[in-house]
């Protein structure tokens, strides 16, 4: 398999795109509590948030699970350094692009990422992968982008704005479509 190129997240690392990372974290957050409330069985050893950005996910997917340790992955220094600034206690982070493996972690229990493959140029063959990174038995839980409507103008505009400003990176805004067309792997 060819090597894929670094992932770089679409907004940058900057105050502003931290901003809209916040933003998008208290706007989302109470969809994603219940989606990972569903994920708990009984606490993972080890859980991984990928692409965690400003730790708002890890956080609240160690919160929801319990996991006896989880680590937020992420490409941004500046970012990770929010992160750690932030962090609960059983909560790590470290440097590292989610396209390459093997993570800087022990096998998972639980992969978790929140508007991740949306960023990714080759999402596919990056989430073949991502397996090679779970513990047998380990789940993959992703939260990914079907559709986005709205009535407000300004909102429409923009995301037509993201999803061009995304296809000129060969990302796809609604990968989320895509999702359930995927044959499931048995890894």
Not at 19 to 35: D, G, I, K, Q, V
Not at 51 to 70: M, V
Not at 135 to 154: F, H, S
Request: with cysteine; aromatic share 8%.
């Amino acid at each position: 398999m060819t090597d894929l190129q670094p992932s770089t997240y679409t907004f940058g690392d900057n105050d502003l795109a931290a901003e809209r990372l916040r933003l998008l974290a208290a706007a989302y957050e109470p969809t994603s509590r219940a989606f990972i409330g569903r994920l708990a069985r009984e606490p993972p050893r080890v859980a991984i948030d990928l692409g965690c950005g400003l730790g708002y996910t890890t956080a609240l997917l160690q919160a929801k699970t319990g996991a006896a340790l989880t680590i937020g992955l992420d490409s941004s220094p500046r970012f990770l350094a929010h992160a750690w600034r932030r962090s609960p206690h059983a909560v790590a982070f470290a440097e590292h692009d989610v396209t390459r493996l093997p993570f800087p972690a022990p096998p998972a229990d639980l992969i978790y990422g929140r508007f991740i493959l949306t960023h990714l140029a080759n999402a596919h063959a990056t989430l073949e992968r991502w397996a090679d990174g779970m513990a047998p038995r380990g789940r993959l839980a992703l939260e990914e982008v079907d559709t986005l409507a709205a009535d407000d103008p300004t909102l429409t505009r923009y995301y037509a704005l993201v999803e061009a400003m995304q296809a000129a990176r060969g990302q796809r805004t609604y990968v989320g479509r895509d999702l359930c067309a995927l044959p499931a792997s048995s890894s």
